[in-house]
């Protein structure tokens, strides 16, 4: 059973726009500002996509690569870069986001309608990414849309072993328009089904726009992880917008430690996901 609770914060996403959600950060520095105060509110790791001079989404590599350097020059958050980008992006593009040489990054392990888009994850994209991730000694967290997503990551793990560090983390994402519902019953089977899985394999999960807070309280009450941010949710109770990443990032620690699963610290986030201490790194 989890003791701490690993916060990861997803602060900006590909899907919204700034014209639309203003709070969202889509500058460097902006980002930065708002890693450094989710940081000091308890998150312990950062699920970063970028945007361009006009706030677009990108895979610049130049800038992911300033991205990754100035988190870790003003944060010790584990730095986790997104290649699942934005639905329009190349495989090409998505794979040479780990060029960025990141801790850790995202890897999504199927296929999904995304509200009227498809998210196209092929299976021999999914293995390319995860073996290059291994040769390179980066983290994957693994994410799930989908219960047979966690089906295909058994049979990757089978035929390709086990991810750089050793340990296995996946991310459900529950409540995308053509995903899994965000529900405590599906968060259930979605627990359930990892003792397929590595021992030990740990989960965090997150809920899309109105399932974040059923998705928070079930993933809690069965020993997952949170994942939190803007990405995911823009709108904070009915009727009002998110102010801030900081605003979620508060909430999600206050309800960790209502359920006295304190948030870890970044160091702690690293022995957990078998990442190397940063001293060492
Ligand atoms: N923006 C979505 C199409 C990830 O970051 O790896 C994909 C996504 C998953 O957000
Ligand atoms: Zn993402």
């Known amino acids: 059973m989890a003791t701490g609770t690993l916060i990861t914060v997803a602060p900006t996403g590909a899907e919204s726009t700034k014209a639309e959600v203003p709070a969202l950060p889509v ?18 790791v950062i ?15 130049g800038r992911l690569r300033d991205t990754v350097a100035a988190l870790r020059e003003n944060t010790d958050l ?29 890897c999504t392990m199927g296929t999904v309608n995304f509200g009227d888009d498809v998210f196209l994850n092929r299976w021999e994209f999914i293995v390319d990414l995860h073996g290059r991730m291994q040769e390179r000694g980066i983290v994957p967290e693994y994410e799930i849309f989908d219960l047979g ?33 965000g529900t405590t019953p599906a968060l259930v089977a979605c627990a359930q089904a990892l003792r397929d899985l590595p021992e030990g394999t740990t989960f965090s999960a997150t809920g899309i726009g109105r399932s ?7 993933s809690l009450s069965a020993g997952g992880h949170l994942r939190v941010g803007m990405e995911d949710t823009v709108t ?24 006295q699963r304190t948030p870890l610290r970044p160091d702690e986030a690293r022995k957990l996901l078998g990442i190397p201490p940063r001293a060492a790194a």
């Open 78 to 106: 584990v730095v986790q870069l997104s290649t699942g980008g934005a639905v329009t992006d190349p495989e090409a593009d998505r794979l040479a986001v780990l060029e960025a040489a990141p801790e850790m990054a995202s």
């Open 212 to 218: 974040t807070i059923p998705v928070l309280l079930a």
């Open 27 to 44: 500058t460097l520095n902006e980002l930065v500002t708002t890693a450094k105060e989710c940081e000091a509110l308890g998150a312990a």
């Open 47 to 61: 699920h970063v996509h970028i945007r361009d001079d006009q706030a677009r989404p990108t895979l610049d590599l």
């Open 236 to 259: 904070y109770a009915k009727g009002r917008p998110v102010d801030s990443n900081m605003q979620l990032v508060a909430r999600a620690v206050g309800f960790a430690q209502l359920a």
């Open 149 to 181: 997503h966690l089906t295909a990551l058994q049979r990757l793990l089978d035929r390709y072993g086990l991810p750089a560090g050793g340990h296995v983390h996946v991310d459900f994402v529950m409540g995308v328009p053509g995903g899994m519902p």
